[in-house]
């Protein structure tokens, strides 16, 4: 009878934890593989990548030697058939490039806010014009940084292959040349399981 | 003993029936009858029922969700539909991913053994899944995403190729097993003569000229010609006569040489008429070891089938152009139905067997009573699966015209009705026009221009 009696209450325990749902924090650059989707792990891959490639090409490291040349990013192309937030992955690039000390960046995407905030300390009267923001001191970016994102997908009843190419390309906005490109491909494949739930 | 034995199965019986009537909707009250309360009243601007809201939490989620994405889609409300499509993938991968045997399919499996075919999850077929994709891009194309248009149009280009590797191992698997079990599906000869009749002239299905032609426009006006080439060359060997299709690759070869036609803009009509019509049931004789069982089945009839009738747009300069076929929807659902065939009629042996068997048992132990008990739950429980996406255009139909830039009056002229509209016409610019002909009303729709690079 006891023995019954514990067997069910072991079941009990058993299937309450089972049940049971639980929060917890995991490593941020952990290997990510819920999916075949872009995930954490490409981004981060792709980013570290770019950013080591870039760091390493001799004509970059001879301009970077004496100054800091100011970048602006355009935009990386989403060309596959996911939606993927490539902003992030060029976020994360411009990150490590300005915490590298080589570079100095420009944002594109913030010109109309600056401009309000600036016509604010000009126009408004309630700047000490001593210390307002001068309009027309920016400085011009000399490169752009901009490129693509594709994937080919292929799958059928047990398999899903999935590739992905990111391509970034610095172009010297004077005289149109391509100082560097990198490239990083990467390769997700899924085998889905003959027994499950 | 035996008494025993058959109570506990008939319990098991009833509770397997019991069970899989909450897990789908459609076990008992026929999915066209339920798909008549979301149907009526769209054209009018009638809110979606909440019969979808709950139906899409249920085992046939996806089949609601996708008729919820296409209702919410014609009332105007682009995030709720992009929201229901949303859901409708998330099932997609679902499906594509859980493990090819599963122990919970194996149990609805058994459950559709003993009751029938609506106690499977409804999975969707492909022809469905490239649809959803094509509507979602149309909501992101509403919203003025063209990033998420574009991934859209590209993820329904994906399925149509997948779906195309596919199709062919799978017909063979399926016969190979029927040709098992000593079926031969010939001998339904005069059953598939009114299924061949309502596919028609559609040769797979999945092949879909209409989203093949979205996505080719979408691409020529963002200057993408290699990729608006290769779609118009698709929607072209599916209709190898259609003559605009024809100047649509002449057009976008030259554009690949360079050479452009300056002072034009591209105004399309996607036309999308009527509803597909729904599967309707058949009784099928099938014979088993006991003797012959009429078991019900689901067709489609081509008398359903309603004419493809164009829609002409008249530009204010005389310029006018009448719809054409793209994509014939019930074709694509009749040659569906008739894909699965062989595996339902495996399906259908098994059950008439296990029915037959449970009558005999019934009768042996209880007597008249019983029997008359199992007959009755036979005849109740045979229903044929009628389910199937039906907020789906019975056809997909599409015209186009090239005109100065500038803003342009166009009459649209349909055999139920027409609208009159000022559009906007960018030069080397594409303006859609998304017509959807209701039985109560037109929906009409103009997209934002697209223009300019991706």
């Known amino acids: 009878m006891v023995r019954v009696l514990s067997l069910a209450a072991l079941a009990m325990a058993l299937l309450l934890t089972g049940c049971a749902s639980k929060v917890d924090y995991g490593d941020a650059q952990a290997r990510e593989t819920v999916t075949t989707d872009f995930g954490s792990t490409d981004l981060q891959m792709i980013a570290a990548k770019m ?28 060309k596959t058939s996911e939606h993927i937030d490539t902003e992030s992955i060029t976020d994360t690039i411009q990150t490590k490039l300005i915490n590298s000390g080589k570079f100095r960046f420009v944002d594109m995407s913030v010109v109309n806010r600056v401009r309000e905030q600036l016509e604010y300390q000009q126009d408004s009267g309630m700047v000490d014009q001593a210390t307002a923001a001068q309009m027309g ?46 490239e990083k491909e990467i390769r997700k494949t899924r085998k889905r399981s003959l027994f499950g739930l | 003993m035996i008494w025993l ?91 594509d991913e859980a493990a090819r045997l599963r122990a919970t399919g194996l149990v609805t499996t058994a459950g559709a053994l003993m009751v029938n075919d609506n106690a499977r999850p409804y999975v969707a077929p492909d022809y469905e899944r490239i649809y959803a994709h094509a509507y979602q891009a149309l909501n992101y194309w509403r919203d003025n995403d063209v990033t998420g248009a574009a991934v859209e149009l590209r993820a329904a280009a994906e399925e ?23 079926i031969d599906p010939g001998q339904f000869d005069g059953y598939f003569a009114g299924l061949n009749a309502a596919a028609g002239e559609v040769k797979a299905s999945f092949q879909n000229a209409w989203t093949f032609y979205l996505s080719a426009l979408f691409w020529e006006a963002h200057g993408e010609y290699n990729d608006a080439l290769v779609d118009y060359k698709k929607a072209l060997e599916i209709h190898p006569d259609a003559d605009w299709i024809k100047e649509d690759v002449a057009r976008v070869s030259r554009a690949l040489d360079g050479r452009y036609p300056r002072d034009r803009g591209l105004v399309a009509v996607l036309y999308e008429q009527g509803y597909v019509p729904p599967r309707r049931e ?75 068997n449970l009558q005999k048992k019934a009768n042996d132990d209880f007597g008249p009573l019983g029997a008359f008990l199992t007959q009755l739950f036979n005849l109740v429980s045979e229903r044929a699966d009628l389910r199937g996406w039906l907020s789906l255009p019975a056809y997909g139909q599409a015209a186009r015209l090239m005109l100065p830039p500038g803003e342009h009056r166009l009459q649209l002229s349909t055999p139920g009705g027409g609208a009159s509209l000022t559009v906007p016409v960018v030069e080397r610019g594409l303006t859609v026009i998304h017509v959807v002909a209701l039985p109560d009303g037109l929906v009409t729709r103009v997209l934002p221009v697209q223009e300019g690079s991706l």
């Open chain 2, 160 to 182: 149509q190729r997948v779906a195309a590797n596919r199709r062919q191992r799978e017909i063979a698997e399926a016969e190979r097993e029927a040709d098992q079990q000593s």
């Open chain 2, 282 to 356: 058949v009784s099928l004789p099938i014979p088993t070891p006991h003797g012959i069982f009429a078991v019900a089945f689901p067709t489609y009839s081509a008398g359903d089938k309603p004419l493809p009738r164009p829609l002409t747009v008249r530009a204010e300069d005389g310029q006018q152009a009448a719809t054409g076929v793209l994509t014939d929807v019930g074709g694509l659902a009749a040659r569906h139905l008739r894909e699965q065939v062989p595996g339902m009629l495996v399906r259908q042996t098994l059950r008439a067997t296990g029915k037959y």
């Open chain 2, 5 to 95: 034995f058959t109570r506990n199965t008939l319990l098991c019986l009833l509770g397997a029936a019991l069970l899989s009537g909450c897990a789908t909707r459609s076990l008992f009250q026929p999915y066209p009858d339920q798909a008549r309360q979301w149907k009526s009243g769209l054209a009018a601007g009638a809110p979606p029922p909440s019969v979808l809201d709950k139906g899409a939490a249920g085992a046939d989620g996806v089949l609601y969700l996708q008729e919820l994405g296409r209702v919410t889609q014609l009332d105007g409300d682009t995030d709720s539909s992009l929201t229901a499509f949303r859901r409708a993938f998330d099932h997609y991968r679902e499906t």
């Open chain 1, 51 to 78: 950013v080591d490639d870039m760091m390493v090409f001799p004509p970059i490291v001879d301009m970077t030697r004496e100054r800091r040349p100011v970048l602006f990013v355009d935009r990386v192309k989403n």
């Open chain 1, 137 to 182: 001191r920016q400085i011009g970016a000399e490169f752009m940084l901009y490129g693509n994102l594709s994937s080919i997908v292929k799958r059928d009843d047990s398999t899903k292959d999935v590739y992905y190419k990111f391509t970034l390309k610095l172009l010297n906005i004077q005289s149109g040349i391509i100082e560097w490109s990198g």
